[in-house]
């Protein structure tokens, strides 16, 4: 509801997908946004998407206990089901396994134990981690963009304040071959063409 409130009122791109994803124990949260308006480029919607997640932040710190025994009780109930919840068919069950196998350390205890774990984890907790790994100084942030074959690519190292324009910023790459970046310096399923 903010990013969308947002996004309205700076007339900026819309949000084309939000999701999260993990690999070997790291979670990655994906936030995608489509527009092509050279003055709501790549550099403002990485802006408004920290003034997004420093807003939840906030609203979060700001929760009545009311609220927050509600929300995050609710909260702690769903993942809890999800973690115990078994498989309902051979395929699921295969892919629960499969996930377990290719990790970095294979544990078939594991889902037990953050479902036991689950009941310890206080509303402070949340927001620290909520601070430590989305909004503080800690955060590791990928930002993309991506241009069509008849785009045309900004010129690298200017100033949006005196070019009135679209630009990139020094410490970006610009990456024209992606088969040939992935195999230099990606690994692992980055690395592979899917």
């Not at 499969?98 to 949340?126: N, V, W």
């Amino acid at each position: 509801k903010q990013w969308y409130q947002r996004r309205v009122a700076i007339t900026a791109g819309y949000l084309a997908s939000c999701f999260e994803e993990a690999y070997k124990d790291i979670l990655i949260y994906n936030i995608l946004v489509q527009g092509s308006r050279a003055d709501k480029g790549a550099e403002v919607m990485a802006e408004e998407i920290d003034k997004f997640v420093q807003l939840t932040y906030d609203e979060f710190s700001n929760m009545p206990q009311d609220t927050i025994d509600k929300f995050f009780g609710g909260i702690k109930i769903a993942m809890k089901k999800q973690l115990e919840d078994q498989p309902i068919s051979m395929s699921l069950k295969y892919d629960r396994y499969a996930l377990e196998i290719f990790r970095g350390m294979p544990d078939f205890e594991r889902r037990a134990k953050q479902s036991a774990a689950i009941d310890d984890i206080t509303f402070d907790d949340f927001l620290e981690f909520y601070y430590r790994y989305l909004v503080g100084g800690s955060r590791r942030k990928i930002s993309t963009r991506v241009f069509g074959k008849d785009d045309t690519i900004p010129n690298v190292g200017g100033d949006s304040g005196n070019s009135g324009g679209d630009y990139i910023l020094d410490d970006e790459v610009i990456v024209d071959d992606v088969v040939q970046f992935r195999e230099k310096h990606l690994s692992g399923k980055f690395g592979r063409e899917d």
